[in-house]
């Protein structure tokens, strides 16, 4: 049982509501407290009845940092008509100004943090499948347990206006408890797998790839464009988001695991690829460009690894996303390291060349600011960036919404990390969208991307249950 003392919120929230009065505007008020360590996945679903459709989690790839967020303490969000990078800071700054903040550690990750993502295009036509999100998302959650380095926080935030501060105080405190001292086992019921699955106009997604190859040919500007498409999941019954959660850490612990709830629907997916990750003054940004599959055996993994790692097409490709990153980089790093050579970064069913970029960062760098500046990467728009997306804009059918975009995380202190939303579904009661992409050069052919993507979908159909592997 996890007990946390009162008196601090309350007093807290004292202050908060004086302070209310004097500035006319809400005042944020956020505790943070170490706790015993509890299974992350358990208080998300704890918030289940509370908080359905306010509710985030995440995961890096080596467990360093895990945050799960309930409720919504305050929203952040712009359509097209704003610069939403900039948008979303200046909001940010706006409702931590004046905040009563209790926490005396030096951890990043706790206390004020915000959650959320960025639309792939804010240009592209919207559909009907997007429309709970808007074109930036940020979420400050009520309650948010962050387990960094292995050690597990809670941090409570709540805006304050002219409430009474001993009854709100109150009725935190029950809430807090009741999710602290749920059930610490994670009961997950058997979900049923999807009764159909419908590919969306594929053979019109062949075709549309067959006159790129053509376009790019003829083209002295174009070098490479991103193509996703979409597959469609039915099933008889709502989806239980937290069973394909349970599943996507136990399959794809390389990853970024990732949910964020949005009034009913949740966006969810592994993704292997960071974009960037701001620790202090260090920068972090990843090269993830050129793929095969994996091998039925060790030794037919080896061989395909090893072709992979000299196929010029898809160093080609993989260099794309090297030169353009190390360019925007070195806008915001005094010293920045990237090695000579790609990696192969192995994954369950596909491996990527792959290779990492760090340096250290300029004074003043804005994390958010840096996200901009690298959306999209090549890996997912194309080269180079501007034409690209028009051109994606132009033929691509699908409406993205968050897939391929920047979604994460970052704290009052300008910490954070966001990772590419690739490998990612959208969920929205019992039907599933499912999202894949692959980049489309001059000497591409159409059958063969196609099949690229029906590996990319593999992770997320596995984990609905649309696959026996």
């Known amino acids: 049982m996890v007990t946390i003392q009162e008196t601090e919120l309350k007093d807290g929230i004292q202050l908060a509501v004086t302070r209310f009065k004097s500035f006319k505007r809400p005042i944020l008020v956020s505790e943070v407290h170490k706790i015993d360590k509890i299974d992350p996945l358990a208080f998300f679903d704890a918030g289940r009845e509370l908080f359905l459709g306010e509710r985030f989690f995440w995961k890096d790839p080596l467990d360093k940092t895990i945050i799960v967020g309930l409720g919504n303490a305050g929203q952040i969000q712009s359509d097209q008509s704003t610069d939403r990078f900039f948008h979303v800071e200046k909001e940010w700054k706006q409702l931590t100004k004046d905040a009563v903040i209790h926490q005396s550690f030096s951890v990043q990750g706790i206390g004020p943090a915000l959650f959320g993502g960025f639309s792939f295009d804010p240009l592209k036509m919207k559909t009907p499948l997007w429309s709970q999100y808007s074109d930036s998302l940020f979420q400050l959650p009520k309650y948010m ?22 009854n709100l105080a109150s009725k935190m405190n029950q809430e807090r408890a009741s999710l602290l001292n749920s059930k610490e086992v994670l009961d997950i019921e058997n979900g049923s797998n999807p009764f159909k699955i419908e590919e969306i106009n594929p053979d019109e997604w062949k075709e549309s790839v067959t006159k790129l190859v053509t376009d790019l040919q003829e083209d002295e500007v174009l070098k490479k464009v991103v193509l996703a498409r979409e597959l469609r999941l039915f099933f008889k019954k709502s989806i239980r988001v937290e069973k394909v959660l349970h599943h996507l850490l136990q399959a794809q612990k390389e990853s970024f695991v990732f949910a964020f709830e949005s009034n009913g629907d949740c966006f969810i997916g592994a993704s292997p690829e960071r974009l960037v990750k701001k620790e202090g003054m260090t920068l972090f940004s990843t090269c993830l460009a050129g793929s095969t599959p994996r091998g039925k055996t060790s030794e037919e993994d080896i061989l395909l ?78 080269m180079p960036k501007l034409e690209a997306i028009e051109k994606i804009r132009e033929i691509e059918e699908l409406d993205r919404g968050f897939y391929a975009a920047p979604i994460g995380w970052l704290d009052l202190n300008g910490n954070g990390e966001f990772a590419v939303a690739i490998r990612s579904g959208l969920i929205q009661g019992d039907e599933a969208s499912l999202f894949a992409g692959c980049g489309i050069v001059e000497n591409s052919d159409a059958e063969s991307e196609y099949v690229e993507t029906s590996i990319k979908f593999r992770p997320m159909l596995n984990a609905l249950g649309g696959n026996e592997k």
């Open 145 to 166: 347990l962050s387990i960094i380095d292995g050690q597990a926080y809670l941090t409570t935030n709540v805006l304050c206006t002219g409430q009474d501060a001993q």
């Open 305 to 382: 690894g090893n072709a992979l790692l000299s196929d010029q097409k898809n160093l080609n490709e993989h260099n794309f996303v090297v030169d353009m990153i190390k360019e925007a980089m070195e806008e915001f790093c005094i010293d920045l390291k990237i090695p000579n050579q790609p990696e192969l970064m192995k994954m369950r069913y596909i491996q990527h060349l792959y290779t990492p970029v760090s340096g250290v960062s300029k004074e003043n760098t804005s994390l958010l600011e840096l996200v901009k500046r690298l959306h999209p990467t090549p890996a997912l728009g194309g």
